[in-house]
């Protein structure tokens, strides 16, 4: 029997061997951590003369020469038990332009981010503002090894969408990476884990827009590295603002990725998932549509979404939401047809609010999906009555990537940045979600923004009217979120293409990409998506698809165990009477017991891999509460029967009771699992293994 894959490399084997245990880390992480982050934060934000991490240019000068002449003031309040917030403004005595970096250092993490904000408060136009990067900094590696940069390549709605990387930044080298066509992990990804020897940094790039960022060795031990709005060439009006990407870095020593991951996860949980105003996480749950039996919601109406909840509650499946999808409005039977956000009529006479209200009256809430930013009826409520807000022209911009799927749709877009719009759209969404009964608020976006940013600007304008929509965007879902103090957001954009820290520290996606439901490439989307964003979904659905997706015929463990995550979409066919109901209760409450430990520690197992005839296998553990799963698949041409895993983060003296879903107990020693790990044998193929294990004494 051979104890792993053929396809592991050498990265994949210090997974396995590595004996270091989170648990001692799982309260606070080090000393040293916190050492290298304050020591950051002095040299660029706190000194006497500090070395600013961010640039521009104005009037044709450079920052770092005019900021010494400017008036300057600065401040420090702390923010709680463990943020302080540190406030640095500059103001040029001559055009009135503020300059406001607000940068918080983290004292539960080693954690510092910044934003800049740029504002007029002259009473005529400021010259050129330009090149401005939130992010322009050097970096120096100790000898003993090179930089070398972690991440992935974002969603392109393909099989290998998010597919890691690691490439090694030797002298000279230059990459530099870009989103396509406005939306931030669009076939790119703005967070990276900068590896050097002895540690390294975590760097997120906050802009649900159109970033980019450069990483660029020089011929000894440095390394600068610059990430910005991609264009931002503009003269600023009295009183208006832009504001910079946020920009966060997590730093972290030692020579284990996992390890560093599972500080990063930690942080985001902990600082950035969004909380309801109980202070509550979003929980982990299961939801289920009708979406692939009804055309989306084209075709769906109150009688058949009433119906659809009764059976998952009648086959023993208690859902923790019901969501309606694209289509519940006037559309002319195709969801794409979007502007006019009522409740269809003809199909829904009392509303949504009948739906969810027969769901709440069951214990289950509502989902329900809005696209308001694409305007794809011409003869809809918002382009009928004001066209003045839409931006329907489009500027030249790149072409797209080969080989990706679906990702924008006709008509023009609502432009956020427009205060007119922008109200509107606030005051319209709030008084629905209260008509109407919703809970969670489902917001997609198909379409490519930046052409309409870019053919809305003129020559000395160029930036502007993405830098206001974005703000605009924010402050919209910030706005909901006020008013509505437990509501929850789920982001989606034609999938996981608008997933960048801004957005996530309001909303989670509960669709982490379109290329959906086979089993290979969910395994790879969760494998590699769990290690940057912690809470993510996926769907399952059998039978028949209405809306054009492959799907298995019926209910099997394999495709359901492939697509389990903190958030699973069912979309099983509640009209059919040869479903294998016993089995789908049975996988449901399997989710369902193992769902709290998706917001543990993560550990790969294995080597990522797409290729068929490997196993794909991963370990989230929970030291606080003794408690973790792993999973494990056999794909379909896989020779190997057995692997043996090594599991990480235990308590080597303490036991744990060891449950195969399949069948089988044991009692093994934390030092046991993870010295001589624990084997899985899968006789057929494809096939899959759930093994929960709990702490006992």
Request: some cysteine.
């Amino acid at each position: 029997m051979k104890l792993r894959p053929k396809l592991i490399c050498n990265t994949a084997c210090l997974f396995l061997l590595a004996v270091v245990s989170f648990n001692a880390r799982a309260s606070s992480p080090p000393a040293s951590d916190f050492r290298a982050a304050s020591n950051w934060a002095a040299s660029h934000f706190n000194s006497a003369k500090p070395t600013l991490p961010f640039s521009f240019t104005y009037d044709q000068q450079r920052s770092a020469a005019l900021l010494r002449s400017w008036q300057f003031t600065s401040s420090t309040r702390k923010l709680n038990a463990a943020k302080t917030e540190r406030t640095l403004i500059w103001t040029d005595p001559k055009t009135r332009l503020s300059v406001r970096c607000v940068m918080i250092e983290y004292h539960d993490f080693p954690v510092v981010e910044w934003t800049v904000y740029f504002k007029n408060t002259g009473a005529t136009p400021t010259p050129i503002l330009e090149n401005i990067q939130a992010l322009d900094a050097d970096f120096q590696r100790d000898r003993g090894g090179e930089f070398v940069l972690h991440g992935t390549k974002g969603d392109w709605c393909t099989a290998d969408s998010f597919e890691p990387f690691e490439q090694t930044l030797e002298p000279r080298a230059t990459k530099r990476f870009v989103p396509f066509g406005g939306r931030p992990t669009n076939a790119a990804f703005p967070f990276y884990n900068l590896q050097k020897p002895g540690g390294g940094i975590f760097i997120a790039i906050g802009w649900p827009g159109q970033w980019a960022s450069s990483f660029v060795r020089d011929e000894n031990r440095g390394l600068h590295i610059t990430a910005g709005q991609e264009v931002t060439h503009l003269s600023l009006k009295p009183g208006e603002q832009i504001r910079s990407p946020l920009i966060a870095m997590v730093f972290w020593r030692g020579t284990d990725t996992v390890v560093a991951h599972n500080l990063w996860r930690r942080w985001m949980v902990a600082d950035n998932l969004p909380r309801t105003a109980d202070g509550k996480l979003p929980p982990t749950q299961i939801v289920a549509c009708s979406s692939h039996q009804y055309k989306e919601m084209t075709q769906a109406n109150e009688e058949n979404q009433k119906m659809f909840v009764d059976q998952y509650l009648e086959q023993g499946m208690k859902l923790d939401y019901w969501w309606m999808d694209a289509g519940w409005y006037p559309c002319g039977g195709e969801w794409v047809n979007t502007g006019t956000w009522v409740p269809d009529a003809s199909r829904f006479p009392n509303g949504l609010r009948a739906v969810s209200d027969h769901g709440r009256a069951k214990g289950i809430k509502t989902i329900v999906w809005f696209e308001p930013e694409r305007v794809g009826d011409p003869n809809s409520w918002i382009a009928t009555n004001h066209p003045e807000w839409l931006l329907s022209n489009k500027g030249k911009t790149a072409s797209p990537p080969k080989g990706g799927g679906f990702g924008s749709g006709p008509g023009s877009l609502l432009n956020l940045g427009n205060p007119e719009a922008f109200n509107w759209l606030l005051n319209h969404v709030d008084k629905t979600l209260r008509e109407q009964g919703i809970d969670l608020y489902r917001q997609d976006f198909n379409m490519d923004p930046l052409p309409f940013w870019v053919g809305a600007d003129a020559e000395d304008r160029q930036g502007r009217t993405e830098n206001l929509y974005v703000q605009g965007y924010l402050a919209y879902w910030d706005g909901l979120r006020q008013r509505h103090p437990n509501l929850r957001i789920d982001s989606c954009a034609s999938g996981g293409r608008r997933d960048d820290l801004e957005t996530l520290r309001r909303a989670v996606p509960l669709i982490r990409s379109d290329f959906l439901f086979e089993p290979t490439s969910q395994q790879n989307h969760h494998f590699s998506f769990a290690s940057w964003i912690p809470y993510h979904g996926a769907g399952y659905v059998t039978g028949h698809s209405a809306i054009g997706f492959k799907v298995e015929p019926g209910v099997e463990s394999y495709g359901f165990r492939a697509n389990m995550s903190p958030s699973l979409t069912l979309c099983y066919d509640m009209r059919s009477k040869d479903l294998d109901y016993k089995l789908a209760a049975r996988l449901f409450a399997q989710l369902k017991q193992v769902q709290p430990n998706y917001l543990g520690d993560f550990y790969p197992l294995t080597a990522y891999s797409l290729s068929s005839n490997v196993w794909l296998a991963w370990q989230y553990n929970r030291p606080e509460a003794g408690a973790g799963v792993v999973q494990a698949f056999r794909r379909p041409d896989s020779s190997e029967t057995s692997m043996r895993f090594k599991l990480r983060g235990l308590v080597a003296g303490a036991k744990y009771e060891v449950e195969n879903f399949d069948g089988g107990k044991e009692i093994r020693t934390g030092r046991e699992l993870m010295k001589d790990g624990v084997t899985v044998t899968l006789s057929e193929k494809p096939a899959a293994a759930v093994i929960a294990y709990q702490r006992t004494k």
